[in-house]
Nanobody, 125 residues
Framework: QVQLVESGGGLAQAGGSLRLSCAAS????????VAWFRQGPGKEREFVSV????????NYADSVKGRFTISRDNAQKMVYLEMNTLKPEDTAVYYC??????????????????WGKGTQVTVSS
């Protein structure tokens, strides 16, 4: 089992950057695929990015490709989402989620068993 806590959200201007962190607890964190999802106002939760347990595979939603970078540090039990060239449409609550040995091709929320409570990102124009 793993517990997840997001941090690093806040207010940014369009074109700016933020770095989100997801802190995990649990002895087997290094066996979990971790993803970031986001949910904007009045929208469904959508996939943003995913990273496999050994960081050998990452995937990104088309809307963030080239602007966001996911990474992880298993020794520190951390996953990061570096967000650059932010746009107002990136405004959302961002969640990290985990699935043990999950597939990096799983982009639906139901594929992930553990979730954090989210961190708000607001991008002003």
């Amino acid at each position: 089992q793993v517990q997840l806590v997001e941090s690093g959200g806040g207010l940014a201007q369009a074109g700016g950057s933020l770095r989100l962190s997801c802190a995990a607890s649990g002895r087997t964190f290094s066996t979990y695929t971790v993803a970031w999802f986001r949910q904007g106002p009045g929208k469904e939760r959508e996939f943003v990015s995913v990273i496999t347990p050994r960081s050998d595979t990452t995937n990104y939603a088309d809307s963030v490709k080239g602007r966001f970078t996911i990474s992880r540090d298993n020794a520190q039990k951390m996953v990061y989402l570096e967000m650059n060239t932010l746009k107002p449409e990136d405004t959302a609550v961002y969640y990290c989620a985990a699935a043990q040995w999950g597939s990096p091709a799983e982009f639906t929320p139901t594929a992930y068993d553990y979730w954090g409570k989210g961190t708000q990102v607001t991008v002003s124009s």
